[in-house]
């Protein structure tokens, strides 16, 4: 196994070093044909999709896993509009971040190049296949993909018709390299190899992106988790948090940037909770409330002290009544993971200390969590939401996917 993956490797890192030198019309004529092949293969990527969820029936998942992992036309539309934005958005490679001459005449200047070769480890989202390897071709890089087995028949056919346009497009089909490891066990083999891979993005539940960052020899740019949370102030708009805690649970509780714990100020408690009780039931939430919780929404469950700061990715939703915004703050900390957190208030003194205090990656005032997304950022798709704060933090497009180098022009100076 080993020897089948270094060769598939070694391919994507020789291809890299022409991908590196395109220029921006060779990258988008690219993207173009990888669209029009998707468009063309449509059926059979539907058709791969409905035996993996087929397979997937017989284990028992949750109906969230199926969500993620079943594709629609609409969905494949989805991800051709995700490459389509990419097209549109200016290419990061050979842009001048700084330059300047030194006294001895020296010209510096520092320019953002690729990071070389990305390998992307992911579980049960197919999109995430078209997302990465349009942003990797368009920020230079070659891409490894590894996904879960769950939708093994459906990550290959969509890499099928991407790797087709590349070929109609005459750039080589070895940039986008298509892992198919039986055994979880093997992913360790691909985290060793860091002479052909130059960073891993684990994409996927708590465990892979443990097992991805204790195992990898590679930098590992990763997401902690999703556990985002809405706090309502006291002087928040009632009416407006109830729209944007409605919208961050419920519009799509599968992903990263659902919340996952309600906080609200004891004195709107009792108004608040009563107003969005019955509108998280009638949207199939299942409340899990402290003590203060109950008493005005008798039909929640009792919460439990692990469901703070757990990650449900489900209709699922933890509720606790605070005395204050510092109770709420420290209640953040100790719970939250660093990805996405939102006050609903209408006071600037407490919006100023929330946004300064909170440590995440992104901090909403007035605003539903769920545009943590490189779409919705304005960067087109993205690789994933990183909650770390060394290279790239937030939304990973395609700035994140460059390095720099600095390029030194001189005319005979030596250092004296």
Same mark, same amino acid.
């Given at each position: 196994?080993k020897?089948?993956?270094?060769?598939?490797?070694?391919l994507?890192?020789?291809?890299?070093?022409?991908?590196a030198?395109?220029s921006?019309s060779q990258?988008n &004529?690219a993207l173009?044909e990888m %669209?029009?092949s998707?468009?063309?293969?449509k059926?059979?990527?539907?058709?791969?999709?409905?035996?993996?969820?087929?397979? &997937?029936?017989?284990?028992g998942k949750?109906?969230?896993f199926?969500?993620r992992?079943?594709?629609?036309d609409?969905?494949i539309?989805?991800?051709?509009? +995700?490459?389509e934005?990419i097209?549109n958005i200016?290419?990061?490679?050979?842009k001048i971040?700084?330059g300047?001459?030194r006294p001895? +005449?020296?010209?510096?200047s520092k320019?953002?190049?690729?990071?070389?070769?990305?390998?992307? @480890?992911?579980e049960s989202?197919?999109n995430?296949?078209?997302?990465?390897?349009a942003?990797a071709l368009k920020s230079g890089?070659?891409?490894?993909?590894k996904? +879960?087995?769950e939708a093994?028949? &459906?990550?290959a056919?969509?890499t099928h $018709?991407?790797?087709?346009?590349?070929e109609n497009?005459?750039i080589?089909?070895?940039?986008?390299?298509f892992l198919?490891i039986?055994?979880h066990e093997?992913?360790?083999?691909?985290?060793k190899l860091s002479?052909?891979i130059?960073v891993?993005?684990?994409?996927?539940g708590k465990a892979?992106?443990?097992?991805?960052?204790?195992?990898?020899?590679i930098?590992?740019i990763f997401?902690n988790q +999703?556990?985002c949370h809405? $706090?309502?102030d006291e002087?928040a708009?009632?009416e407006m948090a109830?729209?944007?805690?409605?919208?961050?649970?419920?519009?799509?509780?599968s @992903?990263?940037n659902?919340i996952?714990?309600?906080?609200v100020?004891?004195?709107?408690?009792e108004?608040?909770?009563r107003?969005?009780?019955?509108?998280l039931?009638m949207?199939?939430v299942?409340?899990?409330?402290?003590?203060?919780?109950?008493?005005?929404i008798?039909e929640?469950?009792?919460?439990?002290?692990e469901?703070?700061?757990?990650?449900?990715?489900?209709?699922?939703?933890?509720?606790?009544v605070v005395?204050?915004i510092?109770?709420?703050?420290d209640?953040?900390?100790? $719970?939250g993971?660093?990805?996405?957190?939102?006050i @609903?208030?209408n006071s600037?003194?407490n919006e100023r200390?929330f946004?300064?205090?909170?440590d995440?990656?992104c901090v909403?005032?007035?605003?539903?969590t769920?545009?943590t997304?490189?779409g919705e $950022?304005?960067?087109?798709?993205?690789?994933g %939401?990183?909650t770390q704060?060394?290279?790239a933090?937030g939304p990973?497009?395609?700035q994140?996917l460059?390095t720099?180098k600095?390029?030194?022009?001189?005319?005979?100076?030596?250092?004296?």
């Amino acid at each position: 196994m080993k020897s089948k993956i270094s060769h598939q490797l070694k391919l994507a890192k020789d291809a890299s070093h022409a991908l590196a030198y395109l220029s921006s019309s060779q990258k988008n &004529t690219a993207l173009y044909e990888m %669209i029009r092949s998707l468009k063309k293969g449509k059926s059979e990527i539907l058709k791969a999709n409905q035996l993996d969820i087929l397979k &997937t029936q017989k284990m028992g998942k949750n109906e969230s896993f199926f969500l993620r992992l079943k594709l629609t036309d609409a969905k494949i539309n989805e991800m051709i509009k +995700g490459i389509e934005q990419i097209i549109n958005i200016e290419d990061p490679i050979g842009k001048i971040d700084n330059g300047w001459t030194r006294p001895n +005449g020296l010209q510096i200047s520092k320019i953002r190049v690729p990071l070389g070769v990305i390998a992307v @480890v992911f579980e049960s989202r197919p999109n995430v296949v078209s997302d990465v390897c349009a942003l990797a071709l368009k920020s230079g890089n070659a891409i490894i993909l590894k996904g +879960g087995i769950e939708a093994t028949h &459906t990550n290959a056919v969509i890499t099928h $018709f991407l790797k087709k346009g590349l070929e109609n497009s005459k750039i080589s089909q070895e940039i986008i390299q298509f892992l198919e490891i039986p055994k979880h066990e093997d992913i360790k083999i691909l985290l060793k190899l860091s002479e052909y891979i130059d960073v891993v993005i684990p994409r996927g539940g708590k465990a892979l992106i443990k097992m991805v960052v204790e195992n990898s020899k590679i930098p590992v740019i990763f997401q902690n988790q +999703g556990i985002c949370h809405a $706090f309502i102030d006291e002087t928040a708009d009632l009416e407006m948090a109830m729209r944007i805690v409605i919208n961050a649970k419920t519009s799509n509780p599968s @992903v990263c940037n659902a919340i996952e714990c309600l906080l609200v100020h004891q004195t709107i408690a009792e108004q608040f909770l009563r107003k969005i009780g019955p509108q998280l039931l009638m949207n199939r939430v299942e409340i899990r409330g402290d003590r203060e919780t109950l008493k005005w929404i008798p039909e929640a469950k009792a919460v439990c002290p692990e469901d703070y700061g757990y990650e449900f990715l489900d209709l699922i939703l933890a509720v606790r009544v605070v005395q204050s915004i510092e109770e709420a703050l420290d209640h953040i900390s100790k $719970f939250g993971s660093q990805h996405s957190e939102v006050i @609903v208030t209408n006071s600037l003194e407490n919006e100023r200390k929330f946004l300064s205090e909170v440590d995440a990656a992104c901090v909403y005032s007035n605003a539903s969590t769920r545009f943590t997304d490189g779409g919705e $950022f304005g960067f087109g798709a993205e690789i994933g %939401i990183s909650t770390q704060k060394l290279h790239a933090r937030g939304p990973v497009g395609l700035q994140e996917l460059t390095t720099y180098k600095y390029i030194i022009r001189g005319s005979g100076q030596i250092r004296e």
